[in-house]
C-alpha cells in the first residue's frame, strides 16, 4: 500500500483516524462537567498516581505521569494498583484512573480505595460501566468515553484532557485541540515521508537504534520502541542522558561490518547490525553532535524529522508519533 495515497489510506479504519479525531476527544472532555476554574489550584499535591488497564501499553501511562509533572506535581508515577494496606496516596494527592472496559476489577478497587483516603481522583471510563457508577457515587471527576474499538486511544486523550483542564482550566483545553488538529494535519498522509518519523521508520530495512537526548525524545523512541518493534525488525531506544556507553560497545562489537563493497546476494547473509536514528532536541545540540560522532561507527546517521518536543505539549507529539507510527507498521505489514 502507497503510505501517501490518502484515497487508500481513507479506508484504513485504524488508529490512523482515532489520532485524527483526538482533538474531538478533547473537545467532547471540555463540554464534560469539568470546573470552570482548576480544582487543584491552590491544594497542595503531594504524589500523583496514574493507573491504567491492561490495554493501554504502559508507556502512555509514564506519559501521563510526565505530564502531571510538567503541570506542577513535584512527583508522579504511573502504577499498577492501590495497595489497601499501604500508605499511597495519602490525602490531598491526586489519583488518575484509566479504564477502557470500564470493568476491571484492579481498577474499580483503586478508584474505591483512593476516594476513600481523601485523594482527588479523576475517572476515565466508558458510560454506564461499572467503574463510571462508582467514580458517580464517589464524586470523582468522571469523565465518559465510548466503547468504540479505538477506546484505547479515546481513553487515553481523554485523561490528558481531563489532567490538564484540572490544572489549567478550559482555555487550555481549547489550545489542546487545536493544536492536535493542527499537529494531524501536518503530519498526514499526504505529507513526505522525509517530514514523518513514522513512515521513514517504517520504510527502514535495518534494525534501528533510537537514541534520545532529552526526557521528551525518550518518551518518543520509548513508545516507538513499543509500537514498531518486531522479530523481523527490532527496535531499540537508547537514553543519551547516560551517556554513549552503549554506542561504543555497539560500535566496536560491530567494526568492519560495514564494507561498501559488501552485496549479500554474492557474499551470503551479513550480521545485522544497527542503524542509528538520532531523535533531534533543539536546544541539546552538543549531545546530539557528540551521539552523531559515536554513532557513525555504526553506519550512516538518520537524523529524523520531529516536532518541537521542548515545548507544553511534548508528551502530546509523543504518543500522536507513536500512534501514528502503529498505523503505518499495520499497513506496512499486509
Not at 471540555?30 to 493507573?51: K, M, T
Not at 513526505?192 to 525518550?218: F, G
Not at 501514528?324 to 505489514?333: F, S
Request: proline share 7%.
Amino acid at each position: 500500500m502507497d503510505l501517501d495515497d490518502p484515497v487508500a489510506l481513507s479506508a484504513e479504519p485504524g488508529r490512523l483516524h482515532a489520532v485524527a479525531g483526538s482533538g474531538a476527544v478533547v473537545r467532547a472532555v471540555q463540554r464534560a462537567d469539568l470546573p470552570g476554574a482548576p480544582l487543584l489550584s491552590g491544594v497542595e499535591v503531594g504524589a500523583c498516581g496514574v493507573i491504567t488497564g491492561e490495554v493501554i501499553d504502559p508507556a502512555y501511562g509514564d506519559a501521563l505521569a510526565q505530564l502531571l509533572i510538567d503541570l506542577g506535581a513535584p512527583v508522579a508515577t504511573s502504577m499498577a494498583g492501590l495497595d489497601p494496606g499501604g500508605r499511597f496516596p495519602r490525602s490531598a494527592d491526586a489519583v488518575v484512573v484509566v479504564s477502557t472496559s470500564g470493568a476491571e476489577r484492579a481498577l474499580l478497587d483503586a478508584v474505591q480505595i483512593a476516594a476513600a483516603r481523601g485523594s482527588s481522583v479523576t475517572v476515565i471510563a466508558p458510560a454506564g460501566s461499572p467503574i463510571a457508577a462508582v467514580a458517580a457515587e464517589r464524586r470523582a471527576l468522571l469523565c465518559e468515553t465510548d466503547s468504540a474499538e479505538d477506546a484505547g486511544d479515546g481513553a487515553w486523550w481523554a485523561a490528558y484532557a481531563a489532567c490538564l483542564g484540572l490544572w489549567r482550566g478550559a482555555p487550555a483545553l481549547n489550545e489542546l485541540a487545536e493544536d492536535l488538529d493542527e499537529a494531524a494535519a501536518s503530519m498526514g498522509p499526504v505529507v513526505a515521508t522525509y517530514r514523518n518519523p513514522a513512515k521513514q521508520l517504517a520504510a527502514m530495512r535495518d534494525p534501528a537504534l533510537l537514541l534520545a537526548t532529552d526526557l521528551p525524545s525518550m518518551l518518543l523512541a520509548r513508545l516507538l520502541e513499543s509500537e514498531l518493534a518486531s522479530a523481523d525488525q527490532p527496535v531499540r531506544a537508547v537514553d543519551l542522558r547516560r551517556g554513549t556507553a552503549v554506542l561504543g560497545r555497539l560500535a566496536r562489537a560491530s567494526a568492519g561490518a560495514h564494507d561498501i563493497f559488501y552485496d549479500p546476494e554474492i557474499d551470503g547473509p551479513g550480521a545485522r547490525t544497527w542503524r542509528p536514528v538520532l531523535l533531534p532536541h533543539a536546544g541539546d545540540v552538543a549531545r546530539s553532535d557528540a551521539a552523531a560522532r559515536v554513532a557513525e561507527h555504526l553506519g550512516p546517521v538518520l537524523a529524523i524529522h520531529t516536532p518541537d518536543l521542548s515545548g507544553p505539549w511534548s508528551a502530546v507529539h509523543a504518543v500522536l508519533l507513536a500512534q501514528l507510527a502503529g498505523a503505518y507498521r499495520d499497513l506496512t505489514d499486509r
